[in-house]
């Protein structure tokens, strides 16, 4: 089993930056690809980003690409989704999820394993 712990988030002005950091272990090989998603109240999950083992590769949302960025640090097995110029409609619970291959994806059905959420508020 995977354990996926998130933390950060928070209130923010729009315009403003938040980070959130994501640590994924119990896999002795600790060989997850990554993503983030999110869910603002009243819709369905979304993705949002994604990263492979490496860090090599990655992939947005459209309505995040150019202000989200994430990485990782394999050494420390934590991911990270700096979010900046943020806007209102960024307002969701943002979720980690732990895929069990090498390769990132951006399809919710793919990640078994999920972290618990973190609140990110973006006021106007």
């Known amino acids: 089993q995977v354990q996926v712990v998130e933390s950060g988030g928070g209130l923010v002005q729009a315009g403003g930056s938040l980070r959130l950091s994501c640590v994924a272990s119990?896999?002795?090989?600790?060989?997850?690809?990554m993503g983030w998603f999110r869910q603002a109240p009243g819709k369905e999950r979304e993705f949002v980003a994604t990263i492979n083992r490496g860090g090599t590769v990655t992939d947005y949302a459209n309505s995040v690409k150019g202000r989200f960025t994430t990485s990782r640090d394999n050494a420390r097995n934590t991911v990270v989704l700096q979010m900046s110029s943020l806007k209102p409609e960024d307002t969701a619970v943002y979720y980690c999820?732990?895929?069990?291959?090498?390769?990132?994806?951006?399809?919710?059905?793919?990640?078994?394993?999920w972290g618990q959420g973190s609140q990110v508020t973006v006021s106007s």
């Open positions: 999820a732990a895929r069990r291959t090498i390769y990132a994806s951006t399809q919710i059905r793919d990640y078994p394993d």
């Open positions: 119990g896999r002795t090989d600790s060989s997850y690809a």
